[in-house]
């Protein structure tokens, strides 16, 4: 009886001071939002008070209205697809009217970027972005590692240096990588090859989820990954972001740093340097160290803009240069200490030495070169039509263990010529959408010992999106259509002794889907969607040691194109910054799956005893979902729960498809303390990863009496992560400095990853303690 008086007290009092707030809290602030370039109103466009979670949009004028503030100062945002979203800090007392013009965005991006949580652009695919604090948390990591806070992104890695972003179970090939606009072109075929970019560049990343990003390229079977820079600046002043972390497992230091002006004397020129450093020794496992495993980046990047109401233009350069140890214990001398250490789990004591940053035979060097002009020129009242032209190069250089020679064992040159012309037609009775046409030319060459041949390839496509939104705001329906064709010819060895006959593939692809709004914080997504993709020239034709992965691989010349149909449904739900649910689901069937057979056979050349795989296709269907929940429970509270989860069988082969991701989960409770007068963004995280041992492999797998399709050794245990964070923003005068502690793998636990190429040869790495330092630099004032 007694805890229920004191409960109804509790609840009295809460609503008077309810009521007591109200009273006071009746300000309006409203206006109508436009676009800078063609002055007309923005329908849809989202005002967001950042302080409170208050959140409204346009309407069909560009009106908007925001209701119910109490008087103090706020951060308010407005964004809006294909426009700079901007911040402007306003100081209540009354009720007030301003009119806001956003500045439209050359890229174009068909996404609004939510600081921190999944972005809520208006489109039926599944799109999440990675930005402000939580892109923070991140830095001085790799691309791959980077993405994998985004659900449904997990990683396939090649020891404690390399990792690649894998969608849905899909990764490498069917996974588009844009770095700042530009379709990133290396070897990414190589399950050892990472992405050559710089993470510190990037404002934003984006990840498109499925086969329906048509505007980036029709073999996105897997998705499309976006690392964007911020837009250059618009307002006159100097400034930057200086970034700093390290990390103790590996003693890995990382620099980075941007300076950036509009130059004031020259209205609409802009600016941009920017310049990363990274460098890391041996891993520690909680057991022992993996000797050889450092690295070594060097990345910069520069950037000129001039902007005037109606054109532009825009010119980029970048180059990322990085030298990467590659553990000495997987490139064994014979097949005997290689069966020995898959049976005994752990490295031969002569490759877990100690500490260094020493990177030694066997290692790879590579370098990437971006160059990029885009230019733009309003068509009137019609839309936008965007030229963009680059050129990439990039060298591979990959040594051996052991050689007589003092120089590489492969070398690869890669050249890459990209071309496109988009026209963006503005929104006319509803829709809006973009037309253009794509090329792209490459040529490939090696020295040394032969593993793909030197070849030529052409490129080139067209296709046309749409995009309807009623007036109401409650439906949208899209769609698009595109064509490609691709080409490999002059292929070829360097004696002129081996000749490949020349091939072409060509499809089309196409997507279609619908949202409906049910109520205003509840929507759901409908969209299908099919794209194909032409077999790589790795497997089509690879032929040798494989020598990052060490594997030995062979191609198959006769793969057919791989064709996907996949559908996705969609539910999101969010009342303000409360809670917030978001679960995708999603059936994916593929054609001629293309994937790399494991068997129990090695071989043993002069190089190392190594595994042998090879390349073979089969009807394969994925099915799974993406679920998240983030539940502000109490004022300072905070819960944050995963899901990922994947289904994927192999239909021709009846049984289940290999090397694919296991379930996994994660759990987040976060303690907001509140501000004080010098630290801001106060926060404190305790988080579990749990990911499930892949039982869900072929039945075969390590069945020595069958002869199809065997594995080295069966996938390990699934494991459990405890990781600790914190963060603060703190107030030095007038300079902040955002400040992110952690640890990773707290407990020190010992465990393998299913989707490690290295799983065979040693343990993922323990603990790791890092500090993140974010500061902001402003040396001339710039307006919001």
Known sequence: MMIRKIALTGALLQLLLVASASAQCTIRLSGTITDTDTKQPLSGASITVKETGLAVESDAKGAYSLEGLCPGAYTVRISHVGCVPVEIAWQVSADERRNIA????????????????????????????????????????????????????????????????????????????????????????GSEHAPEVDPFLANKLVVIKGAG???????????????????????????????????????????SAILEQQVPKVPGLSWRLQGTLRKGGNTRTPDYWLD???????????????????????????????????????????????????????????????????????????????????????????????????????????????????????????????????????????????????????????????????????????????KWESADNKWLVEGGIRYDHKDYYNLGDNLGEVHYPEQDFSSFSGSIGA???????????????????AAAVNELYASGLHHGAAVYVDGDPYLDPEVASKFNASLHYDISDRLEADVNLYYNYIRNFIFQQPTDSIVTTIRGAFPYTYYRQSDVSMKGMDAQLRWHFLPKWQLSTKASILRAWNESDNDWLIAMPSDRFEHELTFFPGNT??????????????????????????????????DLMAPPAGYNLLNLEAGSTLQIGQQPLSVIIGAGNLLNTRYRDYMNFFRYFADEPGTNVYLKLKLPLQFGKTKS
């Open 102 to 189: 956003l500045p439209h965005s050359i890229t174009q991006l068909q996404e609004v970027a939510v600081t921190g949580h999944a972005a809520k652009e208006v489109t039926t695919a599944p799109v999440e972005t990675l930005s402000g604090r939580e892109l923070d948390k991140t830095r001085g990591l790799t691309l791959g590692e980077s993405l994998k806070r985004v659900n449904g992104v997990t990683t396939m890695t090649t020891g404690p240096n390399v990792s690649k972003p894998v969608i849905n179970g899909l990764h490498s090939n069917r996974v588009l990588i844009l770095n700042n606009g530009i379709r990133q072109e290396g070897q990414q075929w």
């Open 213 to 255: 990003s048509l505007r980036y390229g029709g073999d996105a079977i897997g998705g499309v990954v976006l690392a964007e820079p911020k837009p250059l600046p618009v307002e006159p002043g100097l400034g930057g972001e200086v970034n700093i972390a390290g990390f103790s497992n590996n003693r890995l230091g990382a620099l």
């Open 292 to 466: 050889n495993t450092g690295v070594e980046e060097f990345n910069f990047s520069a950037a000129v803009g001039w902007k005037r109401p109606n054109y532009g233009v825009e010119l980029f350069y970048s180059q990322f240069n990085t030298s990467l140890g590659v553990f000495e214990g997987s490139h064994i001398g014979n097949r005997g200490d290689l069966e020995e250490v898959i049976k005994q789990q752990r490295p031969l004591p002569e490759y877990t030495e100690g500490f260094s940053y020493k990177i030694d035979r066997p290692y790879q060097h590579i370098e990437h070169e971006l160059f990029k002009i885009k230019s733009f020129l309003n068509t009137g009242k019609a839309g936008r039509l965007n030229l963009v032209l680059a050129r990439q190069f990039n060298y591979r250089d990959e040594l051996d263990r052991s050689s007589a020679l003092s120089v590489n064992q492969m070398n690869l040159n890669l050249t890459t010529y990209n071309g496109e012309l988009v026209w963006d037609h503005h929104t006319w009775k509803g829709f809006r959408g973009t037309v253009g046409v794509t090329g792209m030319y490459q040529e490939n060459s090696y020295k040394r010992r032969l593993f793909i041949p030197n070849y030529e390839s052409l490129q080139w496509g067209a296709f046309w999106t749409e």
């Open 515 to 533: 949202q409906y709004r049910i109520l205003d914080h509840f929507h759901v997504s409908l969209n299908a969607a099919r794209a194909w993709r």
């Open 677 to 710: 007068k010098r630290l801001k963004e106060n926060y404190i995280s305790v988080s579990v990863s749990n990911v499930l041992k892949q039982t869900r492999t072929p039945a075969n797998l390590t069945d020595k009496s069958d002869p199809r399709g065997q």
